[in-house]
C-alpha cells in the first residue's frame, strides 16, 4: 500500500506565495510521473503541473509561469511553489503519482487526500 500526504495550504491574500509539498510512502520500487491537481467548487478536477521521473514537466497554461513545480526522486517527494496567487486559484489540490510496487508490475494510480488553498482578493 501506498500513501501519499500532502501539506502547505492555507489561506494567502491575492498575489502572495503559498508551496504544497507531497509525500509517498509504503511499498515503492519506482515512483513515474508525479503531479498536482486541483478541484475548485462546482467544477471537475484539473491538472495543474506534472513532472516526469526525469524532470520533465508541463503546466496547465493558467498557471504557466507563477508555479513551479520540482521533485526529489531520492525521498519520493513532489514539491509545487505557487507565486502570484489569483483568487481563481483557490481549490482543493490533490497530489498524484504513478507507483511500481514490484518489479512484476505495472504503474498504479494514487491520488493524496487533498489540501485547501484559498486566496482572498
Known amino acids: 500500500q501506498v500513501q501519499l500526504v500532502e501539506s502547505g495550504g492555507g489561506l494567502v491574500q491575492a498575489g502572495g506565495s503559498l508551496r504544497l509539498s507531497c509525500a509517498a510512502s509504503?511499498?515503492?520500487?519506482?515512483?513515474?510521473?508525479m503531479g498536482w491537481y486541483r478541484q475548485a467548487p462546482g467544477k471537475q478536477r484539473e491538472l495543474v503541473a506534472v513532472?516526469?521521473?526525469?524532470?520533465?514537466?508541463n503546466y496547465a497554461d493558467s498557471v504557466q509561469g507563477r508555479f513551479t513545480i520540482s521533485r526529489d526522486n531520492a525521498k519520493n517527494t513532489v514539491n509545487l511553489q505557487l507565486n502570484s496567487l489569483k483568487p481563481e486559484d483557490t481549490a482543493v489540490y490533490y497530489c498524484?503519482?504513478?507507483?511500481?510496487?514490484?518489479?512484476?508490475?505495472?504503474?498504479?494510480?494514487?491520488w493524496g487526500q487533498g489540501t485547501q488553498v484559498t486566496v482572498a482578493s
Open positions: 498524484n503519482a504513478g507507483v511500481r510496487h514490484s518489479y512484476y508490475t505495472g504503474y498504479r494510480d494514487y
Open positions: 509504503g511499498s515503492i520500487v519506482s515512483v513515474n510521473a
Open positions: 513532472i516526469s521521473s526525469g524532470g520533465t514537466t
